[in-house]
C-alpha cells in the first residue's frame, strides 16, 4: 500500500479496508474522504471490479485541447464568449442537450452492451435518458474552462462523466451485487463482481460503454467551445479518472479500479485541474531508468492525481439550506470571498457555488511535489474563462 502526501485519518482508514480486499493499492496526493473507497483511491483486483471504487459517475474524466488561438485575438471578447458558453452549452441536473448538433445518434447507442440491463423498460429508460444527456455537463465540479499555456496559445477544457447513464449502471448493480433488484436503493458498500459471472461481465461491459460514452460527451463539448471561439483543435489530451482497467502490474495482469485518479504510464499525458480560481496543468508519466522514479510509479500502479483534492466538505464550506432557501447552517466561504479570489485571477466565471471556491482546495503545486517525479508538467494553463452550474443546481451525478 502506497500513500503519497498527508491525508486524514478518515481516508486513510477506508485505504486500510480497501486494500484488506484488494491485491494491491495506493492513495494519490490529492485524495480524500469518498464513498468506501477514498477520492484518489487506486487499488488492484484479480478478476474482480469494485462497483463503488469506480464510483456513482463512471468515467468521469478530463479533456482538454489546445487551439490554434492565441489569446490577445480572444482577449477583448471573453466576456461574451463566457456568455455564448453558458447559454449553448447545458448545465445542471438532469438537463438536456438543447443544441440541435446534440451528438444523439452516436453508434453506442446500438452498442449490445445495453442488453445488459435487465428488463426491456428499464433499458429503454436508461438509454433514452443517456441520449437525452450526452453532451450535458452537470453541476457541482463540473466544468468548462477556457485557458492560455505559457506561450498564450489557446486551449478548452472539460471535466464531467456519463451523467444520468453511468449513475443507474452503478446502482443497478450495487443492488444486483446485494441480490436485489435491479433499481431498488441499497447501502453504499463495497461490492466486488467477478466479472466472469453473469452479473460482473454486464457490469464491465455497461462501464465499458460509460467510458465511450463520457468520452463522446466531453469531445463533443470541448469541440463546441472551440467553434464559439472560432479556433481550430491542433492536440487532444483526454482521461478517465473514474474507471476500471486490464492492466499487467509487477508481472501480474490485474483490474486496476482508479477512482479519482489519472492513468499515468510513461509518455501518457494527462489533464489535470486545480480550481476555479487557479492554474491547471498538461501532464506526462515520466520515462526513466532511476530505480527510485520507477519505485514510486510502480506503488501508484502509474497513476497520478487527478485535481487539486478537497480539504473542505462541501456542507461546511456552502452551509446547509431548505429547498426555499432558508439557512439553516451558514458556511464557512461566502460567495464575496469566492468571487474575491477569481476578480484576483482575472477569471470570468459564469456559474459556480461556494462548494467549488478556491478555498475548499488543495494547492495543485503542491500536491504535484508530493506525488514526486513520476509525471512532469509538459504545460501550465491559465483559467481565463470558468462556467459551471448556478450555485442553486443540485446534481446527483456528479462525481
Same mark, same amino acid.
Given at each position: 500500500?502506497r500513500?503519497?502526501?498527508?491525508?486524514?485519518?478518515?481516508?486513510?482508514?477506508?485505504?486500510r479496508?480497501?486494500? /484488506? @480486499?484488494?491485491?494491491?493499492?495506493?492513495?494519490?496526493?490529492d485524495?480524500?474522504?469518498?464513498?468506501?473507497?477514498?477520492?484518489?483511491?487506486?487499488?488492484a483486483?484479480?478478476?474482480?471490479?469494485?462497483?463503488?471504487?469506480?464510483?456513482f459517475?463512471?468515467?468521469?474524466?478530463?479533456?482538454?485541447i489546445r487551439?490554434?488561438?492565441?489569446r490577445?485575438?480572444?482577449?477583448?471578447?471573453?466576456?461574451a464568449?463566457?456568455?455564448?458558453?453558458?447559454?449553448?452549452?447545458?448545465?445542471?441536473?438532469?438537463?438536456?442537450?438543447?443544441?440541435?448538433?446534440?451528438?444523439v445518434d452516436?453508434?453506442?447507442?446500438?452498442?449490445?452492451?445495453?442488453?445488459?440491463?435487465?428488463?426491456?423498460r428499464?433499458?429503454?429508460?436508461?438509454?433514452?435518458?443517456?441520449?437525452?444527456q *450526452?453532451?450535458?455537463?452537470? /453541476?457541482?465540479?463540473?466544468?468548462?474552462?477556457?485557458?492560455?499555456?505559457?506561450?498564450?496559445?489557446?486551449?478548452?477544457?472539460?471535466?464531467?462523466?456519463?451523467?444520468?447513464?453511468?449513475?443507474?449502471?452503478?446502482?443497478?448493480?450495487?443492488?444486483?451485487?446485494?441480490?436485489?433488484a435491479?433499481?431498488?436503493?441499497?447501502?453504499? =458498500?463495497?461490492?466486488?463482481?467477478?466479472?466472469?459471472s453473469?452479473?460482473?461481465?454486464?457490469?464491465?461491459?455497461?462501464?465499458?460503454?460509460?467510458g =465511450?460514452?463520457?468520452?463522446?460527451?466531453?469531445?463533443?463539448?470541448? =469541440?463546441?467551445?472551440?467553434?464559439?471561439?472560432? &479556433?481550430t483543435?491542433?492536440?487532444?489530451?483526454?482521461?478517465?479518472?473514474?474507471?476500471?482497467?486490464?492492466?499487467?502490474?509487477?508481472?501480474?495482469?490485474?483490474?486496476v479500479?482508479?477512482?479519482?485518479?489519472?492513468?499515468?504510464?510513461?509518455?501518457?499525458?494527462?489533464?489535470?485541474g486545480?480550481?476555479?480560481?487557479?492554474?491547471a496543468v498538461?501532464?506526462?508519466?515520466?520515462? /526513466?531508468?532511476?530505480?527510485?522514479?520507477?519505485?514510486?510509479?510502480?506503488?501508484?500502479?502509474?497513476?497520478?492525481?487527478?485535481?487539486? &483534492?478537497?480539504?473542505?466538505?462541501?456542507t461546511a464550506?456552502?452551509?446547509? =439550506?431548505?429547498?426555499?432557501?432558508?439557512v439553516?447552517k451558514?458556511?464557512?466561504?461566502?460567495?464575496?470571498?469566492?468571487?474575491?479570489?477569481?476578480?484576483?485571477?482575472?477569471?470570468?466565471?459564469?456559474?459556480?457555488?461556494?462548494?467549488? /471556491?478556491?478555498?475548499?482546495?488543495? @494547492?495543485?503545486?503542491?500536491?504535484?511535489?508530493?506525488?514526486?517525479?513520476?509525471?512532469?508538467? *509538459?504545460?501550465?494553463?491559465?483559467?481565463?474563462?470558468?462556467?459551471?452550474?448556478?450555485?442553486?443546481?443540485?446534481?446527483?451525478?456528479?462525481?
Amino acid at each position: 500500500m502506497r500513500i503519497f502526501g498527508q491525508h486524514e485519518e478518515n481516508t486513510l482508514a477506508q485505504l486500510r479496508d480497501v486494500a /484488506s @480486499r484488494a491485491v494491491r493499492a495506493a492513495l494519490m496526493a490529492d485524495g480524500h474522504l469518498g464513498y468506501v473507497m477514498p477520492i484518489g483511491g487506486v487499488a488492484a483486483y484479480r478478476e474482480q471490479v469494485s462497483v463503488v471504487g469506480v464510483g456513482f459517475d463512471i468515467a468521469c474524466g478530463n479533456a482538454a485541447i489546445r487551439t490554434d488561438l492565441k489569446r490577445a485575438r480572444i482577449e477583448p471578447h471573453l466576456p461574451a464568449v463566457a456568455d455564448a458558453i453558458q447559454d449553448t452549452l447545458s448545465f445542471g441536473v438532469g438537463r438536456k442537450n438543447r443544441s440541435d448538433d446534440a451528438p444523439v445518434d452516436h453508434p453506442l447507442f446500438d452498442d449490445p452492451a445495453w442488453e445488459a440491463v435487465p428488463g426491456k423498460r428499464e433499458r429503454d429508460e436508461l438509454r433514452a435518458k443517456a441520449r437525452a444527456q *450526452l453532451g450535458t455537463v452537470g /453541476s457541482g465540479n463540473h466544468y468548462v474552462d477556457v485557458f492560455a499555456d505559457e506561450d498564450d496559445h489557446i486551449w478548452v477544457g472539460v471535466h464531467f462523466g456519463s451523467r444520468g447513464f453511468g449513475f443507474g449502471v452503478a446502482y443497478g448493480f450495487l443492488a444486483l451485487g446485494q441480490n436485489r433488484a435491479w433499481g431498488e436503493r441499497v447501502p453504499e =458498500r463495497e461490492v466486488l463482481l467477478d466479472i466472469h459471472s453473469p452479473v460482473g461481465d454486464g457490469y464491465w461491459q455497461l462501464m465499458n460503454l460509460a467510458g =465511450r460514452y463520457a468520452y463522446a460527451g466531453r469531445e463533443w463539448v470541448a =469541440r463546441k467551445v472551440v467553434s464559439i471561439l472560432g &479556433g481550430t483543435e491542433l492536440e487532444l489530451v483526454h482521461n478517465h479518472h473514474n474507471f476500471a482497467w486490464r492492466e499487467t502490474h509487477g508481472g501480474e495482469e490485474l483490474l486496476v479500479v482508479r477512482k479519482g485518479a489519472t492513468p499515468a504510464f510513461p509518455g501518457q499525458k494527462g489533464f489535470v485541474g486545480g480550481s476555479m480560481g487557479d492554474d491547471a496543468v498538461i501532464i506526462e508519466g515520466v520515462a /526513466s531508468d532511476d530505480s527510485e522514479v520507477r519505485a514510486l510509479q510502480e506503488g501508484a500502479l502509474f497513476s497520478t492525481v487527478h485535481g487539486a &483534492g478537497r480539504v473542505m466538505s462541501r456542507t461546511a464550506a456552502a452551509g446547509k =439550506r431548505t429547498r426555499r432557501g432558508k439557512v439553516l447552517k451558514p458556511g464557512a466561504i461566502s460567495r464575496e470571498m469566492m468571487q474575491a479570489w477569481v476578480k484576483k485571477k482575472g477569471v470570468i466565471l459564469r456559474g459556480g457555488g461556494t462548494d467549488e /471556491s478556491p478555498h475548499v482546495y488543495r @494547492r495543485l503545486p503542491d500536491v504535484l511535489a508530493a506525488q514526486g517525479p513520476t509525471v512532469r508538467v *509538459l504545460h501550465t494553463l491559465r483559467p481565463l474563462i470558468v462556467v459551471m452550474a448556478g450555485a442553486e443546481e443540485f446534481d446527483p451525478y456528479k462525481d
